[in-house]
């Protein structure tokens, strides 16, 4: 038997050393030290044995199992080593090279301006408000003074949603404008009010270069005493010249808006020609830029504010106008285009 267990061990570490992958060396493994395996089965053996033998034949074969597995583990080392080496020569890399660029994301153009905008309001002392886009009929119209045969409460001008109207609200609608929320403001801060309200709004519109139905809007209410449209004059006067980095003059012409009384159309001057006139103001030296006006006693009166004490004035411009003006941007629709060709120019 010994000689017989010299011979298995002599194949047994030929076979360790012959190995080439962890795999072969697993498989010898199995062969010599399994549980069926060659040296394991001899070893059983030992039981037959004379008593006097076994002793001595235990101690060879605890010797001879405890040098296979030395030179298993050794070369089972040696071939994971081979392995990483292998692994790093395939994952060579020259640190010479310039490393990879990764590319950085763009903040959309109206946020950009959005942000800028609420910076200089908020220098100005007013708040930045929110509000639902999914309104009902109440705070989109009739508290705002759109009685029922205006225009834009037809199914043609406006999104409605296809659900029954409630008695104190009517039907749900995606708003027109962030007027509503002058009256939640008002119902939940009183006056006086200072604030500013940006977000998206939605119109039932013919889609082209100018015009599209969903786009983003700044509405502006102030409510206190002895409030006039020279206030208002002088907040646009300057909030436009910080967002132009540039002296802005600002007119008024009259305007009709159910919200407001009286209503005025406010014109920036143009910076193109600097008011001498050119195609783009179609040669008057001003640009039209929102529709504004001291907001109606129905308004105040809806929103909980005593028109008796209080005065205020409203101003919407379009969000979205104002950066094609800024950007130079001729086709509104790149705005939602999602083109990323587009939006790295900003």
């Not at 130079?328 to 083109?339: K, P, V, W, Y």
Request: with cysteine; net charge neutral; glycine share 8%.
């Amino acid at each position: 038997m010994k000689k017989e267990l010299e011979e298995r061990g002599k194949e047994a570490l030929k076979g360790i050393a012959g190995a080439q992958t962890p795999e072969e060396l697993y498989e010898v493994h199995v062969k010599y030290l399994g549980r069926k395996g060659i040296v394991t089965l001899m070893m059983q053996g030992i039981s037959k044995l004379p008593q006097n033998d076994r002793a001595e034949a235990g101690k060879l074969f605890n010797k001879s199992k405890k040098s296979l597995e030395e030179a298993y583990a050794e070369r089972e080392e040696m071939l994971k080593a081979e392995s990483v080496k292998r692994a790093l020569n395939e994952r060579w890399v020259d640190v010479t090279l310039s490393g990879r660029q990764y590319e950085v994301g763009h903040i959309h153009p109206i946020s950009q301006v959005q942000q800028e905008v609420e910076k200089i309001f908020s220098e100005m002392g007013f708040s930045v408000m929110d509000g639902p886009e999914v309104e009902s009929e109440y705070y989109n119209f009739d508290g705002l003074n759109i009685l029922q045969n205006h225009p834009a409460r037809d199914m043609q001008d406006t999104f409605f949603i296809d659900q029954e109207p409630t008695k104190k609200d009517g039907h749900l609608v995606l708003r027109t404008q962030t007027s509503p929320v002058q009256l939640r403001t008002m119902e939940k801060y009183g006056a006086p009010a200072r604030v500013i309200v940006p977000g998206r709004v939605f119109r039932n519109e013919a889609t082209d270069a100018s015009h599209e139905h969903t786009f983003d809007q700044v509405e502006g209410l102030l409510i206190d005493k002895d409030i006039s449209l020279a206030h208002l004059k002088g907040v646009m006067q300057e909030f436009l010249t910080r967002l132009f980095k540039r002296e802005t003059k600002v007119r008024f012409r009259p305007g009709y808006f159910p919200f407001v009384e009286p209503g005025v159309e406010l014109d920036m001057s143009c910076m193109i020609c600097n008011e001498q006139g050119c195609r783009v103001c179609k040669q008057t030296g001003w640009l039209e830029f929102m529709g504004a006006g001291m907001v109606h006693p129905n308004v105040l009166k809806a929103g909980g504010v005593d028109s008796q004490k209080y005065q205020g004035w409203a101003f919407g411009f379009g969000l979205t106008r104002l950066v094609m003006m800024r950007y130079g941007i001729d086709d509104i629709r790149l705005l939602s285009s999602g083109d990323v060709r587009f939006l790295k120019q900003f």
